[in-house]
C-alpha cells in the first residue's frame, strides 16, 4: 500500500540579494543573486525518512528552513497534507509550526545559554498554551527521560554549557518531540557531535519515528549517514535536485554522474573490493553565477554540448527513480 503523502514541494526556489556596499552598487548598477534553491520539486511520504543529500552550501539548510516556513521562498509551493501553506500566515502559521519541527544542525548554537534544560524543553509547550504549572513539568519530564536524558530531574535545573554536544542535542530533539510533530526536519542533527555519540542520537531518532509514525526529512552530507537513516534519497547539486529514488535504487543503481562521484568518495570497508574512484573536476563552482544548462557540466567527465546550453529536467528512469541529466 503506499503511504500517504505529508510533505510536497513544487517548484521551490529561493534567491537571497547578495549584499554589497552602495559604491559597489553604483558601479555594477545590478542586483546579484545567490541562487541558493532553483527550483526543487519532492514529495515525502507519512512515516518515511527522506534523506536530502549534498555538499556545503548545495542549499539543504535553505530548503529545510524554507519547508519550515521559517523563511520564504522566491517562488514555488509547499504543501502540507494536501494544504497549501507556502505563505500562510496568523493562527494557521501558528497551528502549522505544532506540526511541522526542525532541528538545527549546530546544538551548541540552537540553545540559548542561559535557559535551563527544563524551560528550554518546556517553551514549545508554554508558546502554544498546552500545558503549565505541573502537568508541564511532568510533561518535560517524560520527553527528557523518553530521549534518554536520565535522570530527567537533575537534568531539568542544568544549563546547557553543563551538557556534551551529544546531551545537547539530545535537548534539541526533545523539544522539537514534545509536541507531538508530524514531519520534522533534521538538518544534519549528528554532525557537531562525537563521532562515538553518533550512532545513539541516529538510533535514538529511528526509536521516536518508529514510536510515533513520523515523517523526516533528514539533512546530511554524508551518503553513510543517509543510506542507515532514510527510505528516500534525494542528491542535491547547486540549489538544484539532480536525482531522486528509493535509497536501494540510489546505491545500487546511481545513474547522475554527481551521485556516481560522491557514492565512490564512500570509503570501502571490504580492502578486497576494488573500488572505482570517479574523481570530481575542480570545484563547487559559485552559486550567484551558477553555470548554464546542467550546473554540475563544467566538473562532469560526460559533458556533451547540449549540457551547457540546456538545463535537464528531472526524468523518470525506472519506477520511483528521477533523475537530471541529458545521458538518459
Ligand atoms: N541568509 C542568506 N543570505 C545570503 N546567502 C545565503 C543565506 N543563507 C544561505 N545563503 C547561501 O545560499 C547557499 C546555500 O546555503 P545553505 O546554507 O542552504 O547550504 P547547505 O547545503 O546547508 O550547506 P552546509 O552543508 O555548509 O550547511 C550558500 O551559497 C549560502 O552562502
Ligand atoms: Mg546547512
Known amino acids: 500500500m503506499e503511504r500517504k503523502v505529508e510533505l510536497k514541494v513544487v517548484n521551490l526556489k529561493k534567491y537571497f540579494p547578495v549584499q554589497k556596499s552602495f559604491l559597489e552598487r553604483l558601479l555594477s548598477g545590478k ?39 521559517l523563511i520564504e521562498p522566491t517562488e514555488g509551493k509547499i504543501i502540507f497534507k494536501g494544504e497549501d501553506v507556502t505563505f500562510i500566515q ?43 504549572g505541573e502537568r508541564k513539568k511532568k510533561m518535560v519530564f517524560e520527553m527528557l527521560e523518553k530521549v534518554g536524558l536520565e535522570p530527567a530531574k537533575k537534568f ?21 518531540m514534545i509536541l507531538n510533530p508530524e514531519l520534522v526536519v533534521a538538518d544534519e542533527p549528528i554532525s557537531m557531535i562525537d563521532v562515538s555519540l553518533r550512532a545513539k542520537i541516529l538510533e535514538l531518532m529511528l526509536m521516536l519515528k518508529e514510536e510515533r509514525n513520523l515523517t523526516y526529512v533528514f539533512i546530511t552530507h554524508d551518503l553513510a549517514v543517509a543510506k542507515y ?22 546505491f545500487s543503481t546511481p545513474y547522475h554522474p554527481y551521485t556516481k562521484a560522491l557514492l565512490s568518495a564512500i570509503p570501502v570497508p571490504d580492502p578486497k573490493r576494488e573500488k572505482k574512484d570517479i574523481k570530481l573536476k575542480g570545484e ?41 541529466c541529458h545521458l538518459y
Open 31 to 69: 542586483i546579484e543573486y545567490v541562487q541558493a534553491v532553483n527550483r526543487i520539486s519532492f514529495e515525502v511520504r507519512r512515516g518515511e525518512v527522506f534523506g536530502l543529500v549534498g555538499e556545503s552550501g548545495c542549499g539543504k539548510t535553505t530548503t529545510g528552513r524554507l519547508i519550515t516556513r
Open 229 to 250: 537513516i532514510s527510505d528516500w534519497i534525494g542528491i542535491m547539486y547547486l540549489g538544484e535536485i539532480v536525482e531522486i529514488g528509493r535509497k536501494e535504487q540510489i
Open 90 to 132: 496568523g493562527e494557521r502559521l501558528r497551528e502549522f509550526r505544532k506540526y511541522v519541527q526542525i532541528i538545527f544542525q549546530n546544538p551548541y548554537a540552537s540553545l540559548n545559554p542561559r535557559m535551563r534544560i527544563g524551560e528550554a524543553t518546556a517553551h514549545p509547550l508554554e508558546i502554544h498554551g498546552i500545558a503549565t
Open 156 to 176: 531539568y535545573d542544568l544549563y546547557p554549557f553543563e551538557l556534551s554536544g551529544g546531551q545537547r542535542q539530545r535537548v534539541a530533539i526533545a523539544r522539537a
Open 284 to 324: 563547487v563552482p559559485s552559486s550567484i553565477n551558477p553555470p548554464s544548462g546542467c550546473r554540475f557540466h563544467p566538473r562532469c567527465s560526460f559533458a556533451k554540448d547540449k549540457c551547457s546550453n540546456l538545463k535537464p529536467s528531472l526524468k523518470m528512469v525506472d519506477k520511483d527513480h528521477y533523475v537530471a
